[in-house]
């Protein structure tokens, strides 16, 4: 998955090839599931009293454009003949559900000190407080990104960009539902709480605020929203695939068909971000000027800046680069690393150790410590990796376009509140630098209100098919192989019967 020509990122919103046995979905079902849901009374009453709630939260805090219908991708089945299909659906009657990847009954524990033993079907005793947050955690983001973009529907530069909007919204809905499942399914009292909690917090509230902080930062505007799909949606699927190896098993199937869904938010950024760059370069080489705020379009340095803040931000959800709770994880089965199975090592890691940066006097030096206590930052490295991969596409295009001009990966130091370089100001190039020197020049390196305001001043709406805004340019194909200018969304003010 991380290899830039066989990414989930170039496919375009078609459905991933899917592994394994056909497992049909219950559409009968008032809950759309593929776990027998119909067979627990008590849990399916439980769920059903959960989703009144939902709803109501979803016409509160979902998408405040108001429309009709939304050419909307629907799981269907998780199984090889495909998992999803397309149609034009009323937003809030969108079939939110709960679906698992297949069961393989033969599966084992890959790692830790269980490696080997059959996975759990139940959550052991002793681990039951660590799982419950682990989820409670994920849960908490996905209804988050869904609360930071609201608003965003109101400026879209086009219908097709909309679509991937509410596509990705009503996706992180369900994975709020997928989450919720699993508190109600496997946590008793205190689980069904805990989905009470996920939609009592909001991002931004002053009193009951989202759990981590990029989740309660504003989402502004379009290019914030696709530097957030690129670079924060990807912290989710990294995390994702940790919990995806996880000895609990009802776990490590529910993340794995969420990464399913994943695949096309990652798309929705990368094709996203290329889009502006490419008009960016347009515009350059058209009026041979970098500043292109006068003919309609984002010079290249506010969009280095906005890359800047959200991968620095991004890079926070990983938490200290050193934690004794992820060796912990590790070691009791909860949270394996990314593609576990295919990393060449006694996946129990008691004797490994690996190198690692950290600040002092002035610079960055490396120190070696044990693997197992370095496992955020072993998942990180992962994440940088694959983000990488984008910049070099958008780079392509500014080669393509004949621009000397290239955008860069911020140093894995730069702009930090959590771990090593929390307490240091690091460039973007790596350099170290004293308050004085960072006062001098954060401004080149992060978006100014300024910056911000001249964005947001392009977020005018183009809400007619097939027309995309100024400062973007149009996708290359559409989604599911329809053309860019099909009807993907219906507004509610077109008055369509
Ligand atoms: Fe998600
Ligand atoms: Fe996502």
């Known amino acids: 998955m991380t290899s830039p020509a066989t990414s989930p990122d170039d496919r375009t919103g078609a459905a991933p090839a899917p592994t394994g046995p056909l497992s049909k979905i219950d ?6 599931n593929n776990v027998n849901l119909a067979d627990d009374r008590r849990l399916q009453r439980a769920l ?76 052991p ?25 609201r608003v965003l529907g109101n400026t879209a530069p086009s219908i097709y960009d909309l679509r991937n909007l509410f596509q990705v919204n009503v996706e992180e809905g369900r994975h709020l539902w997928a989450m919720v499942y699993l508190l109600h399914a496997y946590f008793g009292r205190e689980g069904r709480e805990e989905a009470e909690q996920l939609l009592k917090r909001n991002s931004g509230d002053i009193d009951a605020p989202r759990i981590l902080g990029a989740f309660n930062e ?25 919990l995806k190896e996880s000895a609990f098993d009802p776990l490590a199937r529910t993340c794995e068909f969420m990464l399913k869904e994943e695949a096309h938010h990652m798309f929705v950024g990368t094709t996203g971000v290329q ?9 350059m080489k058209e009026h041979g000027t970098d500043d292109i705020w006068e003919h309609g ?31 912990n994880y590790y070691s009791s089965g909860l949270k394996g690393r990314w593609q576990e199975t295919r990393r060449k090592d006694d996946h129990v890691l008691l004797e490994d150790t690996r190198e690692m940066n950290y600040v002092e006097d002035g610079e960055i030096r490396q120190r070696t410590v044990p693997t197992l206590s370095a496992l955020n930052l072993d998942l990180r490295d992962e994440y940088v990796a694959d983000c990488a991969n984008g910049v070099r596409r958008w780079n392509q295009a500014l080669e393509d376009a004949g621009l000397e001009e290239r955008l860069i990966l911020p140093h894995e130091g730069f702009n930090r509140r959590v771990g090593v370089y929390a307490q240091h100001h690091v460039s973007p190039e790596g350099e170290v630098l004293d308050d004085a ?61």
Do not use: C
């Open 27 to 32: 559409y009968s079902e008032r809950i759309p």
């Open 48 to 123: 059903e009293g959960w989703q009144p709630k939902f709803i109501d939260w979803w016409k509160t805090l979902g998408p405040a454009l108001p429309t009709k219908d939304v050419y909307l991708r629907t799981a269907v089945a998780v199984g090889r003949d495909g998992w999803a299909h397309f149609e034009h659906v009323p937003m809030e009657e969108y079939r939110w559900g709960i679906f698992l990847a297949e069961q393989n009954p033969d599966r084992t524990v890959s790692f830790g000190k269980h490696k080997g033993e059959p996975a759990w079907q139940e959550v």
């Open 125 to 149: 005793g002793e681990h039951r407080a660590d799982l419950m947050r682990l989820i409670v955690v994920q849960g908490d983001t996905e209804p988050a990104s869904v609360e930071q973009q």
């Open 218 to 242: 504003e989402t502004t505007d379009w290019l914030q929203f696709f530097m957030f799909t690129y670079f924060t949606d990807r912290d989710g699927k990294y995390q994702l695939g940790t």
């Open 275 to 283: 889009r502006v760059v490419e008009r960016t370069a347009e515009l």
């Open 297 to 327: 379009g984002i010079p290249l340095s506010v969009v280095q800046k906005y890359l800047n803040f959200q991968f620095s931000v991004s890079m926070d959800l990983f938490g200290s680069e050193q934690s004794t709770n992820a060796g």
């Open 437 to 497: 020197a960072w006062q001098a020049v954060v401004d080149g390196y992060l978006p100014s209100a300024e910056d911000r305001a001249a964005v947001a001043a392009l977020m005018v709406p183009e809400y007619e098919l097939g027309k995309f805004a100024g400062w973007i340019a149009p996708p290359q194909a559409g989604i599911n192989d329809q053309p860019v200018e099909f009807d993907y969304v219906h507004l509610a003010e077109e008055g369509v019967a």
